[in-house]
């Protein structure tokens, strides 16, 4: 069981940075892939970028070259590093947890077991 909280969200302009964490309890922590998801409203959660345990990354093609997903196993903690953000980047952000890192987990949400609450991010124009 893994339980997660995300924080660092807020309101940021239209170029800024924001760096996300997701809190994960459980000392199994190190043997799960994490990802990042975001909904925006009337939108579908979409993938946003994973990290493997052996930290191989996957991102979305919107955020390639713009976020950067890290993990802190002292901390049991995953970063989301989000630089020249944009309105559309505008959503709720989630942070998940599995045991299996599949292409149907860089495709969808339900692939995941575990989910954090969400922490909102909003950049105005």
């Known amino acids: 069981q893994v339980q997660l909280v995300e924080s660092g969200g807020g309101l940021v302009q239209a170029g800024g940075s924001l760096r996300l964490s997701c809190a994960a309890s459980g000392r199994t922590f190190s043997r799960y892939h994490m990802g990042w998801f975001r909904q925006a409203p009337g939108k579908e959660r979409e993938f946003v970028a994973a990290?493997?345990?052996?930290?191989?990354?996957y991102y979305s093609d919107s955020v390639k070259g713009r976020f950067t997903v890290s993990r802190d196993s002292a901390k049991n903690t995953v970063f989301l590093q989000m630089n020249s953000l944009k309105p559309e980047d505008t959503a709720v952000y989630y942070c998940a947890a599995d045991l299996a890192l599949t292409s149907a987990h860089r495709i969808g949400a339900r692939a995941w077991d575990y989910w954090g609450q969400g922490t909102q991010v909003t950049v105005s124009s």
């Open positions: 990290l493997s345990w052996s930290d191989t990354t």
